[in-house]
């Protein structure tokens, strides 16, 4: 019973990890110029208010949940496999 379980969640865990590679390789740069920075340019414009709202917002918060998902799974994977 435990292998079958150990199979299925090793199946899951491997999936999680090419789709954390993909999301990770499909993210676009976010990066703001040092002056954007000191005068806190980039906060106030409508488009970095509804950021989350937008593609690149998705595919971050897609890449933040698998990257969970990979961590919680490594760690069940390590105490099935200690069984």
């Not at 340019?41 to 989350?52: L, S, V």
């Not at 919680?72 to 390590?78: G, R």
Request: hydrophobic share 55%; glycine share 6%.
């Amino acid at each position: 019973m435990v292998e079958i379980i150990r199979n299925i969640i090793l199946v899951i865990y491997v999936i999680i990890c090419i789709v954390l590679i993909v999301l990770a390789t499909i993210q676009t740069k976010d990066s703001n110029g040092a002056s954007q920075t000191v005068t806190g340019a980039a906060a106030n414009n409508f488009y970095e208010q509804n950021k989350g709202r937008t593609k690149e917002g998705r595919i971050k918060r897609m890449t933040v949940v698998t990257g969970v998902l990979f961590v919680v799974l490594a760690i069940v994977l390590s105490i099935l496999f200690v069984m």
